[in-house]
């Protein structure tokens, strides 16, 4: 199972930003690659982003937003949000919820 998962909401609309497509990066050698690509649940959520634990390392959690505004015809400042992190204990479960707005967006270490 995953030890990466998020949620994502729109706090705009003060509801889960659901179907928006996000994906996670892996530094490797410079360059980044992807691992995996999903789109939140009715929830906002994207709870398997992959289907195994991901090792320590440096990674990046990014969230389509310009398609997410543009389907509800919403104009954005942010193209796409970026959660870039480090990997430091494989063992743990990192959540990394977002929050957004047309103008705006934030995440923290969620549980």
């Given at each position: 199972m995953s030890n990466i998962s998020?949620?994502?909401?729109?706090?705009?609309?003060?509801?889960?930003?659901?179907?928006?497509?996000?994906?996670?990066?892996?530094?490797?050698?410079?360059?980044?690659?992807?691992l995996a690509e999903s789109h939140t649940d009715a929830d906002g959520r994207a709870r398997d982003l992959t289907p195994d634990s991901l090792p320590a390392g440096h990674y990046r959690l990014s969230a389509d937003l310009g398609a997410y505004f543009a389907a509800d015809r919403r104009a954005t400042l942010y193209a796409t949000a970026i959660i870039d992190f480090v990997i430091n204990d494989a063992a743990q479960h990192y959540h990394l919820p977002l929050l957004i707005s047309p103008y705006s967006y934030s995440t923290y270490r969620g549980s």
């Open positions: 998020t949620h994502i909401l729109d706090t705009s609309l003060g509801k889960p930003a659901a179907g928006m497509r996000v994906w996670l990066e892996q530094q490797q050698d410079g360059q980044w690659r992807t």
